[in-house]
């Protein structure tokens, strides 16, 4: 009070006056008054006890304005014992829980204390045991992280320069890492717990000095490539560390081995030095690493700091990190909910491959949902895959071998040229999704490919020729050749994914497409016989004639829903297709092709017109039995092709 009135100041006034401290002040200890940003007005009158060794912001306000960290509580929770700041005095081996009710009391007695009440907030407690957390500062080894580093910059710096140099997948995670380097304290790397990978520090038994240096750590690194770790706590330093083992300070040899043992992130941290740097067949710096999303904080994060703080680079040229996998209403799985998948299990029942490729199905950056709905759908997926190999080697196993056989490129049909650009185009879409671990991009292009561009497109037009055609005729050779292809191409291009499946493959290939191997996994990288400035002249052809089929199969069905075709059969229709200038250029071009096979119609009749259109009637001619096209049949009851296939085979 003042003049009667409450005596106010803020905390800028108040900062640097002094008090006398409650319990040692008769010994001349005092406090100093200081301010805070995290304390405020909402509770209480604003002023609060300050305890810089016992929680961060006091810790951080008192580094601030030079406040000394007091510690006066042992390892065990204990005030330490004695009568002078920094011990317990009074209440000396108390446990601290137990000596609370009798400060209150102390203070009391001697009338120090204004109010004494209990007030509800949040506060950590012990995960297992449940009891409040008791905050003590102790000494730790750190890894600095603005000290400068023999080239001048700090380890912030240096590696904020080297993540620019390191490909991240996908791209915007070097903003996570980026921002976390940039925020991070120094590093404590030091954990005091009972066994571990021990800090190759000691202390002088005399006088209390630290000492670590190029002698003790060469002792060091000689007794555990002899003894392995667990000989730090086991063996006397007098009798490894020989001469090395003298304090600068005092002089003493009686050093002991410290207790402190290396955080665990330092362990893996350093992996690129264990692993790259010491084993020929590998390299440093690595390739990739390859982790979940939370490792930019963990493993990502102490590699970096490892390698730029030891050899100046980071120890890796590529990051690629994954999200986690979720249930199927996007919850965590777990087993309390009981909506884990056991991937054992599904291998056991679904086989492998279909829980590959349903991690290849799937955008792996972030988090993706999993159970039995979704994993059905990729076995759909898995058999549509499946079935396209099966029915590639039914007309290829023991019948067709391309070394043999095959017909050169150049020379083949123009319908099958259109198609080995577009195989060839797909491939390369492939490669560079691999190249760039978008394993999603993979499988959507291989599955719309085998699904609208084989099977609802070229295999089913061309099968026609490989059944009815001659048996070594230059027709069906000119599609046999570009179905080997096919399979080449997507025996290789679906291996890093379907392993077990592509195996199966190999067993039934020709000895010329399995260059002498077994194992899919062995195979070089598929070279597409096109580069992609000599197939992508052919592309604009490709896409003209998919976008008129897309139109003959709409009038076709309208056709068929009208009654006006009777066979469901697109044999039995006959087209009128009227297209652009532009498409009617390319269609009819040297690159164009007979409509028909596409089309797997009898006819097409094709002509010039404003826009796109087509119109179905009933094809010509009468049914081949055979090879059920409409055609002029001969004596035999053929129609001319097949007649002549037929008189080949006898």
Known sequence: MENGEPWRATGEQLAHNRYKQPIFGDQGETGEFIYADYVTLDDGTGIVHCAPGHGVDDYLAGQKFGIPTVMPVDDDGHFFVGDTMGTGGPWSGMEVNEANPQIIAWLKERGTLILHEDINHSYPHCWRCKEPVIFRATSQWFVSMDKPLQNGRSLREQSLSELEKVAFYPSHAIKRIGSMVEGRPDWCISRQRNWGVPIPAFTCADCGETVMNDDTLDAVIKLFREKGSDAWFTEDPAEYLGEAGVCPKCGSHHLKANSDILDVWWDSGVSHTAVCRHRDNLKFPADMYLEGSDQHRGWFMSSLMTSVGAYGVAPYKSVVSQGFTLDGQGRKMSKSLGNVIDPNKECDTRGADVLRLW?????????????????????????????????????????????????????????????????????????????????????????????????????????????????????????????????????????????????????????????????????????????????????????????????????????????????????????????????????????????AEPFVASEVVLSCGDELSCVVEPAHGEKCPRCWNFRTLTEDGLCERCSHAVADQK
């Open 359 to 595: 991690v290849a199905s799937v955008d792996t950056s972030t988090d993706v949902p999993c159970d039995d709905t979704i994993l059905n759908h990729v076995g759909e997926a898995y058999r549509r895959f499946r079935n396209t190999l099966r029915f590639l080697l039914g007309e290829i196993e023991d019948q067709f071998d391309p070394a043999v056989d095959g017909v050169p490129f150049d020379e083949l049909m123009p319908y099958d040229k259109l198609v080995l650009a577009r195989m060839c185009q797909v491939h390369d879409q492939v490669s560079s999704a691999y190249e760039a671990y978008r394993f999603n991009q993979v499988y959507r292009t291989l599955y719309d490919y085998v699904i609208g561009d084989l099977s609802n497109g070229y295999l089913n037009a061309t099968k026609d020729r490989v059944y009815c055609g001659e048996r070594d005729g230059f027709e069906r050779k000119s599609a046999l050749t570009v179905w080997a292809q096919i399979l080449m191409m997507l025996v290789h291009d679906l291996q890093p994914i379907l392993v077990y499946t592509t195996d199966e493959v190999m067993a039934h290939l020709p000895e010329s497409m399995r260059d002498g191997q077994t194992y899919a996994a062995l195979l070089d990288w598929y070279v597409a016989p096109w580069t992609a400035e000599e197939y992508e002249k052919y592309l604009p052809a490709y896409e003209a004639v998919v976008e008129a089929r897309a139109a003959f199969t709409k009038a076709y069905e309208t056709a068929l829903a009208d009654g006006i075709l009777t066979e469901k059969t697109p044999q039995a229709a006959r087209a009128e297709l009227v297209v652009p200038s532009d498409l009617y250029e390319l269609l009819t071009g040297e690159l164009g092709c007979n409509l």
